[in-house]
C-alpha cells in the first residue's frame, strides 16, 4: 500500500509529457532545467556546468510553481487599480491595445489565473505554453531576478 501511495503521489507533482515542448523549464533533482528534446519516457536536458545533453524520465521531472519572481524574471509588471487581487500584465495587444496577457491572483496564496479564461496558470511551463499559443514566439527569460 505504500509503494501505491508513493506512485500516485509522484504521478501528481510531474508534468505530462503531453504539456512539455521544446524550450519549456522544469525542476530536476531540485534544479531548474530547458527542455532541449523529448522522448517517449524522457526529455533532454543540459546542465550548465556539463558539456554533454542528460536524460530524465518524465515521473523523476517536476513543474516550476509561478511566483512572482518568474513574472517579474519575465518581464511581467504588477498592475494596481481597478483590480479585486494582484494584476501581473505582459506586453500590449496591438489590436486592442490593452494587455497582451493579464494573469490575476485573487489571494496571495491562491494561483494565478488567466484573465481571459477561467483556468489556473499553475507552473512557469504552463505560462510559456500560453504565451506561444497566443504569440507564436517563446517567452523568455528578460530579466535575473535574484541571482
Known amino acids: 500500500m505504500l509503494v501505491f501511495y508513493y506512485y500516485v503521489l509522484k ?35 543540459q546542465p550548465k556546468e556539463d558539456i554533454g545533453q542528460r536524460l530524465a524520465y518524465y515521473t523523476d521531472i517536476k513543474p516550476i510553481p509561478l511566483t512572482e519572481e518568474w513574472l517579474l ?17 505582459f506586453g500590449i495587444n496591438p489590436r486592442t491595445e490593452d494587455y497582451l496577457i493579464a494573469l490575476e491572483q485573487i489571494n496571495e496564496n491562491q494561483d494565478f489565473f488567466y484573465q ?28 535575473t531576478v535574484g541571482s
Open 73 to 89: 524574471k519575465f518581464g511581467f509588471e504588477k498592475r494596481t487599480g481597478k483590480y479585486i487581487g494582484n494584476c501581473w500584465a
Open 11 to 45: 504521478i501528481v507533482h510531474m508534468i505530462k509529457a503531453q504539456e512539455l515542448r521544446l524550450g519549456n523549464l522544469f525542476q530536476y533533482c531540485g534544479n531548474s532545467y530547458e527542455c532541449l528534446g523529448a522522448l517517449q519516457l524522457m526529455t533532454y536536458y
Open 116 to 143: 481571459n479564461s477561467f483556468f489556473d496558470i499553475k507552473s512557469v511551463h504552463q505560462l510559456q505554453n500560453l504565451y506561444f499559443a497566443l504569440t507564436g514566439e517563446e517567452l523568455s527569460i528578460v530579466e
